[in-house]
């Protein structure tokens, strides 16, 4: 992740030249139904469950049940070159082991806004809103403490660029301008530095002075989002979603990953499974980690975040 992979330069080559390009182009015929107001609606929404019931199992075991809800929602426009993609996707899930208190196993909550004008066969004038959150509290194992929160964090992209779109399935979205912002409504975490936000000030004691930690972090530079829709086989789908950021003013060549993978298979009208992979690098997000492998969290630092979720249940399609 420290390698530069991509540079900043790129994008405002890419930017400039497609602009130029498409400003020059031929405009495409307009025919009279694609001037007509069209708004397409629909979703999905799936729910997964997983159950474990033992009674004098020698081998041991914890009686379990777990619930995963999966909704995804979208409103998209089109009227001659204008587009509007609109689109709502909520995760939440709980899990109960055996003489344990229900838990929260999953919780996102993500709203994308995309605004684009046609400028050639594939190339369109874009500007996107992106919003990623959750729904409630998350608690440490003990529930002494609330590790995040709804709008703590909120990851924030606004973006002005090019979307390449050479075909249904495939969609590139270059940005040279694009403003970072993460949110951390709660004071408290705000004070102990969470999620990349400026930590709170000391005393010459050196103890946290609560109420001066920074609630909103600010970057700004240039931002790659790449989405992917194909079904590989009849009824299996592989959706990806990959969101590249660097910051031009602070350390430009670590770039922050946000990449999401789901494998939809359609067994028939109602049922379904699914596997979802989600990996996030951010330089600024520090980890609880054990340098020394003592069993002991002795430090912080970036790493690799991973998220696998996997299930089979009840799907339904409507538009």
């Given at each position: 992740?420290?390698?530069?992979?991509?540079?900043?330069?790129?994008?405002?080559?890419?930017?400039?030249?497609?602009?130029?390009?498409?400003?020059?182009?031929?405009?495409?015929?307009?025919?009279?139904?694609?001037?007509?107001?069209?708004?397409?609606?629909?979703?999905?929404?799936?729910?997964?469950?997983?159950?474990?019931?033992?009674?004098?199992?020698?081998?041991?075991?914890?009686?379990?049940?777990?619930?995963?809800?999966?909704?995804?929602?979208?409103?998209n426009y089109k009227?001659?070159?204008?587009?509007?993609?609109?689109?709502?996707?909520?995760?939440?899930?709980?899990?109960?082991?055996?003489?344990?208190?229900?838990?929260?196993?999953?919780?996102?909550?993500?709203?994308?806004l995309k605004y684009?004008?046609?400028?050639?066969?594939?190339?369109?004038?874009?500007?996107?809103?992106?919003?990623?959150?959750?729904?409630?509290?998350?608690?440490?194992?003990?529930?002494?403490?609330?590790?995040?929160?709804?709008?703590?964090?909120?990851?924030?992209?606004?973006?002005?660029?090019?979307?390449?779109?050479?075909?249904?399935?495939?969609?590139?979205?270059?940005?040279?301008?694009?403003?970072?912002?993460?949110?951390?409504?709660?004071q408290r975490m705000?004070?102990?530095?969470?999620?990349?936000?400026?930590?709170?000030?000391?005393?010459?004691?050196?103890?946290?002075?609560?109420?001066?930690?920074?609630?909103?972090?600010?970057?700004?530079?240039?931002?790659?989002?790449?989405?992917?829709?194909?079904?590989?086989?009849?009824?299996?789908?592989?959706?990806?979603?990959?969101?590249?950021?660097?910051?031009?003013?602070?350390?430009?060549?670590?770039?922050?990953?946000?990449?999401?993978?789901?494998?939809?298979?359609?067994?028939?009208?109602?049922?379904?499974?699914?596997?979802?992979?989600?990996?996030?690098?951010?330089?600024?997000?520090?980890?609880?980690?054990?340098?020394?492998?003592?069993?002991?969290?002795?430090?912080?630092?970036?790493?690799?975040?991973?998220?696998?979720?996997?299930?089979?249940?009840?799907?339904?399609?409507?538009?």
């Amino acid at each position: 992740m420290k390698r530069v992979f991509w540079c900043p330069l790129f994008l405002f080559v890419c930017f400039f030249y497609c602009g130029g390009f498409c400003a020059t182009a031929q405009d495409l015929p307009v025919d009279t139904v694609a001037n007509r107001n069209s708004w397409n609606f629909g979703g999905t929404g799936t729910v997964n469950f997983s159950q474990v019931g033992l009674s004098n199992w020698a081998a041991g075991g914890q009686n379990s049940m777990s619930v995963l809800g999966i909704l995804n929602l979208y409103g998209n426009y089109k009227k001659g070159k204008n587009t509007w993609n609109n689109t709502l996707d909520l995760t939440y899930g709980s899990v109960k082991l055996e003489e344990q208190r229900l838990r929260k196993s999953d919780d996102r909550l993500e709203l994308n806004l995309k605004y684009g004008r046609q400028a050639s066969s594939k190339w369109f004038y874009t500007g996107q809103l992106n919003t990623r959150t959750q729904v409630s509290p998350t608690y440490s194992p003990a529930r002494d403490s609330v590790l995040s929160n709804f709008m703590s964090p909120a990851f924030i992209l606004a973006s002005i660029g090019m979307d390449y779109k050479p075909n249904p399935k495939l969609s590139v979205f270059l940005s040279p301008f694009t403003g970072k912002f993460t949110a951390v409504l709660s004071q408290r975490m705000a004070d102990l530095g969470a999620f990349g936000v400026q930590a709170a000030d000391r005393d010459i004691e050196g103890n946290l002075i609560p109420g001066t930690g920074e609630r909103l972090r600010k970057e700004f530079g240039g931002f790659v989002n790449v989405r992917f829709r194909h079904e590989i086989f009849k009824n299996v789908t592989l959706q990806s979603k990959a969101d590249l950021f660097s910051n031009y003013l602070h350390n430009a060549k670590n770039i922050d990953v946000n990449w999401e993978n789901l494998l939809d298979l359609k067994v028939n009208k109602f049922l379904s499974a699914s596997l979802f992979l989600h990996m996030v690098y951010d330089d600024d997000i520090l980890i609880d980690v054990d340098r020394n492998g003592d069993g002991t969290v002795d430090g912080k630092g970036p790493r690799l975040q991973l998220k696998e979720t996997m299930g089979i249940g009840f799907s339904y399609k409507f538009e």
